[in-house]
């Protein structure tokens, strides 16, 4: 988008970032994400949870903890929104059998 010289508003990078992740395209979400943020807007819910889930999915750990330090540190959400975030991205079984039901 930059590179056609549009500046996309903060509603634009949040729709994209959900298109994205629903889409399978993680990389492209997760640029979106950094590129939103370096240009100083702020994630809303609905986007940083689609791109959350779909980081845990892949067992991308650090941009996990990367965007969950971000969502809890500076983003437009309540307590009630932070809350739904964490149980949003409770354990659960990994596909590649890293870990068991009684340990997550």
Do not use: W
Request: glycine share 8%; charged share 25%.
């Amino acid at each position: 988008m930059l590179e056609r010289n549009y500046r996309p508003n903060e509603a634009v990078y949040n729709v994209l970032i959900h298109g994205h992740c629903k889409g399978g395209n993680l990389s492209r979400a997760y640029d979106l994400y950094k590129e939103m943020q370096h240009s100083g807007f702020t994630p809303h819910t609905i986007g940083v949870i689609a791109l959350i889930k779909a980081l845990y999915a892949e067992g991308l750990d650090k941009e996990l903890g990367e965007v969950i330090e971000n969502v809890l540190r500076s983003c437009k959400v309540t307590d009630g929104e932070r809350a739904k975030v964490l149980v949003q991205v409770k354990p659960q079984r990994r596909q590649h059998g890293c870990c068991s039901q009684s340990t997550c």
